[in-house]
């Protein structure tokens, strides 16, 4: 009890040490981390060496097999121009990974630089930066990216930045608020009387703390990417059609829900089973690295 | 509060002037012009150029976004490029079906989610995890489920395999009963998502207040349980669970577009994607302003509520 509470403190200094040495394993340990792993690994498994199993290429048509219920031929069945539903789901699955991928890494780093600097520096960046963010939180997620992706234009690219944008104002606020209460601690202030420069401040004092939290809302964010990637590709103004992704293949099966259920359900669970996915993996990367819920 | 009242108020003026500012400029990226993108390749240089003439389009770009805001300040919102209707008219008939729509969930949504999480709280406070565990799992599932994934499997389930609810047909408001049928599965699909954020909030803030000293006086008085529970503990917890609906107002506007296209009801979420399908960038343009403003002032509302009701707010 007592050697718990003098150890505490220690870690918590040298956190980043630590971090590097056993994070890993630390995650790895983590109940709600092995359950992510073991929800996402097998679908990453499957997406990445798709092109060795055997199954028809996701554009491949087969007239042959045209709207076939899933058998062992076919696992998730076939639509109805008699392409693999399977195939076309895995193929799905990278974009939705790409596109999940990408607006994290970019909310995650536009959100902290900028939310560094508007925190640290105040005054007038700070009101600017605010001011802009309120306007694009003004809109609701999906709604901003409907909006944009009718300026942008369709593909991948349009989406990826039409999502992103929804989520960078909400990275700037969270850094900023993170770097607006670390900013007068007393360890900054004591780097400030030995002459620390503001960058080596910001890099080394300052981002370090607040990395934590971030990754968590990357990882929630990559699963609300995924969400409304699928959503805007389901509306037809996403990923366009033959190019499977998730959205779309569900569109697909809309029109022929009464004859072939499969067509667009089946994809959605595998939507819904990498949303847990994720979600699982931020719960426990939070666990991980916020030592106050450590038990 | 009055004068913080102004204060915010002032802050939504700006707020919306930079969102009306934003749609504006952003509309304007369009590669080409508007014209251009709505005519296609139909029209010769000459009509195209007597179009733009007649739009404003040969205007200087300040010049256009004034006259854009005084069309905005006396509620002008031009008329569609296709069927030349006003824009204001066909968002005004198709209003009702979206608000019933969102009403219908917030119902819907209370009436399940509040229970639901007075009791998972109630039940991790006595120390019966199972039960509390088994709502909070379900809770996250249906949280994460797409709602146009939903859609399609209730639409399955429910209007093609039982036939309780038809899939498709006329929606009115002056017939209330044929609305109500079109509308029941699409709030059902929404107030799932919106359960299980409102659940999770009732439980979390319900769960606070259970180790309470005022509870415990209204054990030690001898109330029953039921009455502890529902009038101390939940009348106190409620103002974060207020704020949560108000906040969670976004997402069900972004859940509206998805079911109205979906179970094709003729709301404004339908107005918006047939807006782009068609190029209207009027409509769009009009319509996403539209939502922004809907939500904007929903918040606000939410936040002045939530000062008034809570004295421990300073202004």
């Not at chain 1, 640290?120 to 001011?131: K, L, P, Q, S």
């Not at chain 1, 670390?182 to 890099?203: F, H």
Request: hydrophobic share 55%; glycine share 8%; net charge positive.
């Amino acid at each position: 009890m007592t050697q718990e509470m003098i150890t505490l403190p220690a870690r918590r200094w040298s956190d980043l040490g630590t971090l590097r040495q056993s994070g890993l394993w630390r995650l790895l340990g983590n109940s709600r981390i092995q359950l992510a792993i073991a929800i996402l690994g097998p679908i990453l498994f499957l997406t990445i060496f798709r092109s060795m199993l055997p199954l028809p290429g996701p554009l491949q048509t087969n007239l042959q097999a045209m709207t076939q219920p899933p058998s062992l031929g076919h696992l998730f069945g076939t639509d109805r121009m008699g392409r693999d539903i399977l195939s076309r789901t895995l193929a799905g699955v990278q974009i939705s990974m790409f596109v999940g991928f990408a607006v994290a890494l970019l909310a995650l780093v536009v959100g902290l630089v900028m939310g560094t600097l508007s925190g640290f520096f105040g005054g007038v960046i700070d009101r600017i930066m605010m001011a802009i963010t309120d306007i694009f939180l003004a809109f609701p997620s999906l709604l901003l990216a409907i909006g944009l992706v009718s300026v942008l234009g369709t593909g991948m690219i349009p989406v990826v930045l039409a999502i992103s944008l929804s989520d960078v104002p909400r990275f700037i606020r969270l850094q900023r608020s993170m770097v607006l209460s670390l900013r007068n601690r007393a360890y900054i202030d004591a780097a400030r009387t030995v002459k620390a420069s503001q960058v080596w401040l910001m890099t080394r004092h300052i981002i370090p703390n607040t990395i934590a939290p971030l990754l968590v809302a990357a990882s929630i964010a990559a699963a609300n990417a995924i969400l409304v990637e699928a959503g805007l590709s389901f509306l037809g103004l996403g990923i366009m059609p033959p190019e499977p992704s998730l959205g779309n293949l569900i569109r697909d099966g809309q029109s022929y829900l009464e004859q072939a259920w499969w067509i667009s359900t089946l994809p959605g669970v595998v939507i819904l089973m990498i949303a847990i996915g994720l979600h699982f993996l931020s719960d426990g990367i939070r666990q991980v690295l916020d030592p106050r819920s450590r038990k | 509060m009055l004068t913080y009242s102004l204060k915010r108020l002032a802050q939504l003026f700006v707020t919306v002037l930079g969102v009306v500012t934003l749609v504006f400029f952003t509309m304007r990226m369009i590669p080409g012009d508007p014209i251009s993108a709505m005519a296609g390749d139909n029209l010769s240089g000459a009509a195209l150029d007597q179009m733009r003439t007649q739009m404003g389009l040969n205007e200087s770009l300040l010049m256009q976004y004034l006259t854009y805001l005084g069309s905005l300040a006396v509620l002008d919102f031009g008329n569609t490029v296709t069927t030349k209707l006003p824009i204001i008219q066909l968002i005004l008939d198709a209003l009702p079906v979206t608000v019933s729509i969102a009403v219908g969930t917030i119902i819907l949504t209370v009436l399940i989610s509040i229970p639901l999480g007075t009791l998972a709280a109630y039940m991790a406070h006595k120390g019966h995890k199972t039960l509390d565990n088994a709502i909070t799992g379900v809770a996250m599932v249906l949280d994460l489920m797409p709602s146009f994934w939903t859609s399609l499997v209730c639409l399955l389930i429910f209007s093609l395999a039982l036939g309780w609810f038809p899939a498709s047909g006329t929606v009115t408001i002056d017939d209330p009963v044929q609305l109500m049928r079109r509308i029941a599965l699409p709030v059902l699909v929404l107030s799932m998502a919106q359960i299980a954020t409102m659940a999770r909030i009732t439980r979390t803030s319900v769960l606070e207040v259970l180790s309470e000293d005022y509870v415990r006086t209204a054990r030690s008085m001898g109330w029953s349980e039921l009455r502890v529970l529902f009038r101390h503990a939940l009348k106190n917890a409620a103002l974060p669970i207020v704020t949560v609906v108000g906040l969670s107002f976004g997402n069900l506007l972004n859940g509206t577009v998805i079911v109205e296209f979906i179970f094709t009801l003729p709301g404004i979420g339908n107005l918006l994607v047939g807006g782009i399908n068609s190029r209207d960038y009027q409509m769009v343009q009009t319509l996403i302003l539209f939502y922004a403003l809907i939500f904007v002032i929903i918040n606000f509302a939410t936040d002045l509520v939530y000062r008034v009701f809570d004295p421990r707010v300073q202004f």
